[in-house]
């Protein structure tokens, strides 16, 4: 198995690019399903979820094909329309493909994705929308029997929670829908705007996204095209805690800084000093961070629930108490224990996570949880003192290209191993 030894307190320094975003990729890599034709997908990162995504379209009967970041999908072969249970499994967003492939095969079978680290992940908004643009979906032994006579039809939508995979859901299925769909309540995060784009540039004709109503006006087909994945927001904001809490001045590269609108502020209260570019975001860190007074994640625009673990790494050295509140996933602090095994002060209460800032953290041996709980040790051991050894570390190749070969340019050390236990 492979681990990560970091050595901390090392201040980073200089400039670090920010690859394309996962939760962009794999709705987009589900998008192409519909296009008939070649799609080309740049700056689409090579991580392990991607890696999943591409092994379900290639199962589907869809040539694929990378090269560095560069994807291309030729979905003329396409021949099936399941998805194979271990691929479900793997990787629980798969669910975003159900729309897409139903839409294209007129049929879709796949099993129930289950929950994950972060609590349930329940479906029912994707499914009860699904049902409503006319797709009928039988469960049977926790298998999804879906079909549609011919087009699914437009509807109106409302969502009770705005759910990125349910609003990526719903557009992918009402873009070849017969008719108009009006979805209200839907997910306004940078990705749902990154795949509407896409799928106008396939012909499609969608209008307001990244607002609450989105109008899908159905067309018979869609082509293929090339599109630029957006930036991983997640990766740049975990990138800012680690310069943050290391007392770092790093300028982090290809970034869309309106999409950090709701961190930046965080890394300010923190005491930092954060300057944006068009394409980048510099962030000059304190001698010591401030505790923050309250971290409440929300739908987006609000403090995005992926980059609470990173920066309460970075809350967990800093001065005073810091309140974060976990209103998105049931479970998601499971890095708080991990945290506190190198020294950290958190109190656990229901959503609720009292962070009392130490002067330093103490090296040890962790275990990630999680694809940002993970990422959160990693921030915590770079500023930790002594040495920190971080095992099962494949849950941070799901969401970060290498990350140790992103931070080492920045003075870390921080060194990727082959370990027998
Ligand atoms: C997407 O997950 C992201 N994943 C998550 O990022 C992110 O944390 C989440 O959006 C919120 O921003 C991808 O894009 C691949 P949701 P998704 O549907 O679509 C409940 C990461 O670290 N819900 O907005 O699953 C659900 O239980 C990952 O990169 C229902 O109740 O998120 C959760 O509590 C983790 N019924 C809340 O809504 C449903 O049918 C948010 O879920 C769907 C969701």
New binding site residues.
């Given amino acids: 198995m492979e681990r990560l030894m970091i050595t901390g307190q090392v201040p980073l320094k200089g400039e670090v690019e920010v690859h394309g975003a996962?939760?962009?990729s794999?709705?987009l890599l589900a998008a192409a399903v519909l296009c008939h034709g070649q799609t080309v997908l740049h700056n689409c990162p090579d991580l392990s979820?991607v890696a999943a995504a591409c092994e379900i379209l290639s199962y589907l009967g869809c040539r694929v094909e990378r090269e560095g970041r560069t994807v291309l999908i030729d979905t003329e072969g396409i021949c099936r329309h399941s998805v194979p249970d271990s691929l479900m499994r793997e990787?629980?967003?798969s669910?975003?493909f159900l729309g897409a492939i139903a839409a294209r095969m007129g049929r879709a079978e796949l099993c129930f994705p289950g929950g994950?680290e972060?609590?349930?992940?329940?479906?029912?908004?994707?499914?009860?929308a699904l049902r409503k643009l006319g797709l009928s979906i039988r469960e049977e032994h926790g298998n999804l029997l879906c079909r549609t006579d011919g087009r699914m039809t437009g509807t109106s939508l409302s969502l009770s929670?705005?759910?990125?995979?349910?609003?990526?859901n719903i557009l992918l299925a009402a873009a070849t829908a017969q008719g108009r769909t009006i979805l209200t309540n839907a997910?306004r995060?940078p990705?749902i705007v990154d795949l509407a784009g896409f799928l106008n540039q396939c012909g499609a004709r969608i209008s307001g996204a990244g607002e609450g109503t989105i109008v899908i006006d159905g067309v018979e087909t869609l082509h293929g095209c090339e599109h630029r994945v957006i930036p991983d927001r997640?990766v740049a904001a975990t990138f800012l805690s680690c310069a943050a809490c290391t007392g770092g001045d790093v300028l982090v590269k290809q970034v869309e800084p309106a999409h950090l609108a709701g961190v930046l502020p965080i890394f300010e209260e923190m005491g930092c000093h954060v300057r944006c570019y068009a394409d980048a975001v510099h962030l000059k860190a304190p001698g010591r961070l401030r505790a923050v007074k309250d971290v409440r994640t929300m739908?987006?625009p609000g403090f995005?629930?992926?980059a609470q673990a990173p920066i309460m790494a970075a809350a967990a050295v800093a001065e005073g108490t810091s309140v974060f509140v976990e209103n998105?996933?049931?479970s998601r602090y499971k890095h708080a224990a991990e945290l506190t095994r190198m020294g950290a002060r958190i109190k656990l209460e229901g959503k609720v996570a009292l962070v009392e800032g130490v002067p330093k953290l103490s090296g040890a041996e962790v275990f990630c949880t999680?694809?940002?709980g993970g990422a959160a040790l990693v921030a915590a051991g770079l500023c930790a003192e002594g040495t920190t050894i971080l095992r099962e570390i494949h849950h941070i190749d799901?969401?970060y290209e290498r990350i140790e070969e992103a931070l080492r340019p920045l003075g870390a050390q921080i060194l990727r191993e082959d370990s027998t236990f």
């Fill in positions: 996962k939760n962009s794999l709705p979820d990787m629980r967003s669910i975003v994950c972060l609590g349930p992940r329940p479906i029912d908004l994707h499914l009860s929670f705005p759910s990125v995979g349910a609003t990526e997910a995060e990705e997640i739908p987006y995005p629930t992926d998105i996933f049931e999680d694809l940002r799901r969401g």
